[in-house]
Nanobody, 119 residues
Framework: QVQLVESGGGLVQAGESLKLSCAAS????????MGWYRQAPGNQRELVAV???????NLADSVKGRFTISMDNAKNTVSLQMNSLKPEDTAVYYC?????????????WGQGTQVTVSS
């Protein structure tokens, strides 16, 4: 029905950059917002950044000034540019999409992509 496919995770050193991308496909009628969450071992899943279809963004305080979120409405994709990465950014990053499919509005999750930042 709807798939979210993430890409771009990996292993980097502190101070380096990574870019995550997520493409939504399927019977999508409209997208309200897309975003990224992350979960480190032993921690709860937390919001990293979210962007609405109108371009409004909300970023966690811990990533402000380092991460940038963007969305391509035509391609149903969301990207997260992560700069100046820190070891505490290490986590599994999940793409999330709040969208409309035939007959309902629903939130979908990607499978997750690992980001590891070494010190």
């Amino acid at each position: 029905q709807v798939q979210l496919v993430e890409s771009g995770g990996g292993l980097v050193q502190a101070g380096e950059s990574l870019k995550l991308s997520c493409a939504a496909s399927g019977s999508i009628l409209a997208i309200y917002k897309m975003g990224w969450y992350r979960q480190a071992p032993g921690n709860q899943r937390e919001l990293v950044a979210v962007i609405t279809s109108g371009g409004s963004t909300n970023l966690a305080d811990s990533v402000k000034g380092r991460f940038t979120i963007s969305m391509d409405n035509a391609k149903n994709t969301v990207s997260l540019q992560m700069n100046s990465l820190k070891p505490e950014d290490t986590a599994v990053y999940y793409c999330n999409a709040d969208l409309v499919v035939p007959s309902r509005r629903f939130q979908y999750w990607g499978q997750g992509t690992q980001v590891t930042v070494s010190s």
